[in-house]
């Protein structure tokens, strides 16, 4: 168990495609591609910068959608959390991001060679 200082979360939410609320149609920003809005599932994904109490930078991690949903699991059944849904691809990105930085502390697993977290979820005596 390695201890860590502090830990930043930077939330992913689809935020590359440009969307008129009218069209049927959504553009990637960077690669410019037209697509339809029908055919975009949903996604939220997160990196945690992860910095040990040395403060030297132990490496960004991905976050999946999976893992991040298993996060609100269990912010949800947290005392002083009032969150129904758990699904993030349902939930602002200010709610995401908002709960996130309010979280203090958090138990984490690691894949260190793939700099993925593979477990994400709040101690049990938060």
Not at 29 to 36: I, Q, R, Y
Not at 53 to 61: M, S
Not at 82 to 101: F, H, V, Y
Request: hydrophobic fraction near 40%; include cysteine.
């Amino acid at each position: 168990m390695a201890s860590i200082s502090q830990f930043h979360w930077f939330v992913s939410a689809g935020k590359n495609v440009e969307s008129d609320d009218m069209g049927k149609f959504v553009e990637c920003v960077s690669c410019k591609t037209n697509m339809l809005k029908e055919f975009l599932k949903p996604t939220v994904c997160a990196n945690l910068v992860i910095i040990n109490e040395n403060g030297e930078n132990i490496g960004r991690f991905h976050c999946s959608g999976a893992i991040l949903n298993k996060m609100f699991e269990s912010v949800k059944g947290t005392q002083n959390y009032n969150i129904e849904e758990t699904d993030t691809s349902k939930l602002s990105r200010k709610l995401i991001t908002e709960t996130l930085l309010l979280v203090k502390k958090v138990s984490l697993q690691l894949i260190m060679e793939e700099n993925v977290i593979a477990l994400c979820k709040l101690p049990h005596n938060y």
